[in-house]
Each structure stands twice: as C-alpha cells, then as structure tokens.
C-alpha cells in the first residue's frame, strides 16, 4: 500500500487573545497528570537538587499527589486541577515551563500553549518534545529521566540575564505564531484533505 503520513500540530485558539506578561525571574511551572511517566519524579528531585528561593509550581492531578502534599518540600506548591482562565493566568505570570515526560508525546500541548503566551520550555530530549524546544532559542532540552541533567538546566535558567531571557520569550512567540495558528491549521488540514482526495480519484 502506497501512503505518506502527514502530521498537523494542534492549534491554540487564544493565541494573540491574550497579551502575554514579561514573567523574567518568577516561578517555574508543570502542568499535567502526577504520574512515573509524566516524569513528575524526576522534576522533583531535580528542584530539590537545585535548591532555589524560586518557586516550582505544580499544577494536576494523579496517582502520585497524595504522596507528596503530605510531605514538605521547599519552595514547592502543588496547585491541584487547573483549567480555562485560570490556568492561562497561571501560565503566563511564570518564567518557564518545564516538561520532564519519560514517554514520547505527540505535539505536546503544554509546549504549545507556553509558547503562545511567550514562555521557554526546559523539556525532555524525547520525541515529540525534543523537536519543538529549541537549545537557546526557545528553551533547553535535558536527557529524559536525568534529574542531575534537569537540574543543571534550571539552574542556568535562573541566572539568565532579562535580555537573554526576552530574546527567548520572542522566539517562543514567533513559533507560535508560524506553527500553531488557527487560520494556518485550517490552510493545512485543507490541503491535506484534497491532497487525499486527488490521490484516491
């Protein structure tokens, strides 16, 4: 069987609705289910490793959240279920937004919506995240499943300078912009659709 496989990235339908806040030395932020394969472990142990005056905030729910509200960590709020605007204001008054996944995502939706509000993402050097989050440009990428790697990573993202830190913001917004719009997600979709069309008449 002769067949081509296309991929679409999702779109973000606030994109350009909300004006994104320039959040340079404020908290870090994780957004998603509490479980082994979110990498929720590794993050943790990585902030611990860091030992920041930041804040990491955690927002989500799972297997996993029983266990440590009832433990004290430093400098760690664990935010619970999060969504609509609520969740856009939580994410655009952050600095950075780290996903420490251990599994393949496909067009992680967390990176998209960080990026649409001007947010750098640390993420997992693991498919799906690795070929969006850009070194230097639009964040960092750490071997999966390596705290040390992690935490080396938060650290160099806490001593950026603010004009580092803006340049990066920018670049999050351009590939936002060029990647996950409605309008150019429509354009595709189409053309995906009578590229199948023509194939099969």
Known sequence: IDFQINYLYNFIPFLNQ????????SY?????????????ETLIEAWLKVNSD???KIVG???????Y???????????GYKTGSELINIINNCSFVIVPSIV??????????????????????IGGISEIVKTNLTGYTFKFGD????????????????STYENMSENCLYFANKTFCKNIHYKKLIEHYNKTIEHYE
């Open 61 to 67: 729910t799972g297997p996993l959240l029983k266990d």
């Open 28 to 40: 870090f932020l994780y957004i998603g289910r509490l479980s082994k394969e979110k990498g929720i």
């Open 54 to 56: 930041k804040v990491l």
């Open 69 to 79: 509200k009832n433990k004290s960590f430093k400098n760690i709020e664990f935010l």
């Open 18 to 25: 909300i004006k994104p806040i320039s959040s340079f030395d």
């Open 147 to 162: 705290s040390i790697d992690l935490s080396r990573k938060i650290f160099k993202s806490l001593n950026l300078n603010k």
């Open 104 to 125: 393949y995502e496909t067009g992680p939706l967390t990176v998209a919506e960080a990026y649409s509000l001007g947010k750098p993402v640390i993420g997992s050097d």
